[in-house]
């Protein structure tokens, strides 16, 4: 275990539901960060929280909604995904946001979404 | 337009020898770069970081250069084993945006 925990691991999920990824840490770090990974793509930053403040939305689609309740917790909620959304998704950490300080990000697992 | 290349091709070694990964990237002020390990079905594992006023970095097994000039980063390990099989992930922060950018990473196949 890295620190950080996703759930779930796998997701299929029709493209008129309704789901939520969740992400854990207890690192006591204070920036939290979703990627998406499709296959033979680098990894893709989604959206970035520095002290549960939103800080990035790379211009993600509104299907994607993220959510910080505190430091230590991270949601994405789905909504009427397409098939190419279906992706591995990843969540991460580090101490606070980038901004020359140098940090290693700290990566879950991901969660591996399928869209039918 | 920015761009982190890495060799999209798998680079295949003998147990024992040294492997050599390269990044390249354009168009990017780097404050830093950093690389990861990645396995199949997992989410990467931060290995090293190197500064931009850094020529290399070494930990255990692993060597990172860094040359600014020329635009490039080098990750060798020594000594590879059949375990350091993995695909291997190079990420610049751009020093003006913050953003922690990755390239596509490169798998190296460790063979006995």
């Known amino acids: 275990e890295t620190g950080v925990t996703q759930t779930p691991r796998h997701l299929v999920m029709g493209m008129t539901n309704k789901k939520s990824l969740k992400c854990e840490q207890h690192?006591?770090?204070?920036?939290m960060y979703w990627y998406k990974q499709s296959a033979k793509k680098p990894l893709e930053l989604m959206f970035v929280y520095n002290f549960k403040e939103q800080t990035e939305n790379n211009s993600v689609p509104s299907r994607f909604s993220p959510e910080c309740p505190n430091s230590s917790h991270l949601f994405l909620h789905l909504h009427t995904l397409q098939p190419e959304d279906s992706a591995l998704y990843l969540c991460a950490s580090s101490p606070q946001a980038q901004g020359g300080r140098g940090y290693g990000y700290t990566f879950g697992s991901g969660t591996r979404l399928t869209v039918v | 337009s920015q761009k982190i290349e890495q060799n999209s091709e798998a680079l295949n070694i003998q147990e024992g020898k040294t492997a050599t990964l390269t990044c390249n990237y354009t168009?990017?002020?780097?404050?830093?770069l950093q690389w990861y390990r990645q396995d199949p079905g997992r989410g990467p594992v931060f290995l090293l970081l190197?500064?931009?006023?850094?020529k290399e970095k070494r930990k255990e097994r692993l060597k990172v250069t860094f040359d600014t000039t020329l635009k490039q980063s080098l990750f060798h390990i020594t000594a590879s084993q059949p375990a350091d099989s993995a695909t291997y992930l190079c990420?610049?922060?751009?020093?003006?945006?913050?953003?922690?950018?990755f390239g596509q990473g490169t798998t190296l196949q460790v063979k006995p």
């Open positions: 168009n990017y002020s780097p404050a830093y």
């Open positions: 690192l006591g770090h204070n920036a």
């Open positions: 990420a610049l922060v751009n020093s003006n945006t913050g953003k922690l950018i």
């Open positions: 190197i500064r931009e006023n850094e």
